[in-house]
Nanobody, 118 residues
């Protein structure tokens, strides 16, 4: 079974930067799109960014120009470079991957806390 392991969360000051990573491991699979979502306390999970297998990216309006999503297909890893962080970026960030290796599966990471505060 495939597992997604996230890392890179933590505390940053407003205007600072963090880089999140999410690596897939486990059984044989074929990964399509990779995405990041986030959820703040008391709020619904929201889309942050996605990158297709071909490298096409999409961003939520709230993060466009500040965040950059990238992927390393050889490592089955997706990254989220977060710059110019704002307090409203504070949330638990979850990675998501679509596995086409054996049917269709939506895979989620365990979540990593990002806190932006002075």
């Amino acid at each position: 079974q495939v597992q997604l392991v996230e890392s890179g969360g933590g505390l940053a000051q407003p205007g600072g930067s963090l880089r999140l990573s999410c690596a897939a491991s486990g059984s044989i699979f074929r990964i399509g799109a990779m995405s990041w979502y986030r959820q703040a306390p008391g709020k619904e999970r929201e889309f942050v960014a996605t990158i297709t297998s071909g490298g096409t990216t999409s961003y939520a309006d709230s993060v466009r120009g500040r965040f950059t999503i990238s992927r390393d297909n050889a490592k089955n890893t997706v990254y989220l470079q977060m710059n110019s962080l704002k307090p409203e970026d504070t949330a638990v960030y979850y990675c998501q991957m679509i596995d086409y290796g054996l049917g269709y599966r939506i895979l989620w990471g365990q979540g990593t806390q990002v806190t932006v505060s002075s």
